[in-house]
């Protein structure tokens, strides 16, 4: 029996759906020995996210748009992190520092990668792990050359502003100071944002089109950058890009 039965449930009527295609919500209840109200509910929510559609013409429901993205994602990104590896393999060789890779995901951004170099202590940065994306050089690598329209809808106001150590941005124009700032010197960086004591800094990854689909980050002790750290560091997001 699960600890979290709404979660299960909610979890149970998506993988119905995949293999079956859309549904009466009463086939759905009765198939997954739900609760009418309670598959009515679960109907409900996930339309309102997109993860479900209702066909009213034919009193079904089906998988919606943002099913639809969330296993492309993992379509994209499993090639992504195959070319990844060798490349921050050969970043934290150079710079004897930890790399990581990081995707866009809502307003987080999802580590894929994590390269740790030899004798540095583990970081939050681990692969699977998701961290706000305003307070992360990744993030803002990725944010910085998104369309500002899509940056205002992940950050409609204050509420989407997280904190993690007391530092980084509170509001809308405090973020789009900080992506300006990215775009003008074409890399981001963090300094204890995300963890007191470590900075980072991160350039974008595009794909064939220019569009932004990852940040490579490398992370260190805070303080001055490290010389040649950011050079190093675009030259692997462009060689990244090259390879996808």
Same mark, same amino acid.
């Given at each position: 029996?699960?600890?979290?039965?709404?979660?299960?449930?909610? %979890?149970?009527?998506?993988? *119905?759906?995949?293999?079956?295609?859309?549904?009466?919500?009463?086939?759905?209840?009765? @198939?997954?020995?739900?609760? $009418?109200?309670? /598959?009515?509910?679960?109907?409900?929510? %996930?339309?309102?996210?997109?993860? #479900?559609?209702?066909?009213?013409? !034919?009193?079904?429901?089906?998988?919606?748009?943002?099913? +639809?993205?969330?296993?492309? =994602?993992?379509?994209?990104?499993?090639?992504? =992190?195959?070319?990844?590896?060798?490349?921050?393999? $050969?970043?934290?060789?150079?710079?004897? !520092?930890?790399?990581?890779?990081?995707?866009?995901?809502?307003?987080?951004?999802?580590?894929?990668?994590?390269?740790?170099?030899?004798?540095?202590?583990?970081?939050?940065?681990?692969?699977?792990? $998701?961290?706000?994306?305003?307070?992360?050089?990744? &993030?803002?690598?990725?944010?910085?050359?998104?369309?500002?329209?899509?940056?205002? =809808?992940? +950050?409609?106001?204050?509420?989407?502003?997280?904190?993690?150590?007391?530092?980084?941005?509170?509001?809308?124009?405090? %973020?789009?100071?900080?992506?300006?700032?990215?775009?003008?010197? &074409?890399?981001?960086?963090?300094?204890?944002?995300?963890?007191?004591?470590?900075?980072?800094? =991160?350039?974008?990854?595009?794909? *064939?089109?220019?569009?932004?689909?990852?940040?490579?980050? #490398? /992370? +260190? @002790?805070?303080?001055?950058?490290?010389?040649?750290?950011?050079?190093?560091?675009?030259?692997?997001?462009?060689?990244?890009?090259?390879?996808?």
């Amino acid at each position: 029996m699960s600890a979290v039965p709404a979660a299960d449930a909610t %979890l149970r009527l998506l993988q *119905h759906l995949s293999r079956t295609g859309p549904l009466p919500a009463a086939a759905l209840a009765l @198939a997954l020995d739900l609760p $009418r109200s309670t /598959t009515y509910h679960l109907l409900t929510v %996930l339309t309102e996210h997109g993860f #479900v559609v209702h066909l009213p013409e !034919e009193h079904r429901y089906g998988l919606g748009l943002s099913a +639809f993205e969330l296993g492309s =994602a993992y379509s994209r990104q499993a090639p992504l =992190a195959r070319a990844a590896r060798p490349v921050l393999a $050969r970043l934290v060789d150079h710079v004897g !520092e930890s790399a990581h890779l990081a995707v866009l995901h809502g307003r987080d951004v999802l580590y894929v990668v994590e390269e740790r170099a030899a004798g540095r202590p583990s970081l939050v940065t681990d692969v699977g792990v $998701r961290l706000p994306a305003h307070l992360t050089a990744s &993030g803002r690598a990725i944010l910085a050359h998104l369309p500002p329209a899509q940056v205002r =809808a992940l +950050f409609p106001g204050r509420e989407a502003f997280v904190d993690r150590t007391g530092v980084g941005p509170r509001r809308l124009s405090e %973020l789009r100071a900080i992506l300006t700032d990215v775009r003008r010197v &074409g890399w981001a960086s963090e300094h204890g944002d995300v963890t007191p004591g470590f900075a980072s800094v =991160a350039s974008v990854v595009r794909d *064939h089109t220019g569009h932004p689909i990852a940040g490579l980050a #490398v /992370t +260190f @002790a805070d303080g001055d950058v490290p010389d040649g750290l950011v050079r190093a560091t675009q030259r692997a997001a462009a060689e990244l890009s090259r390879r996808v």
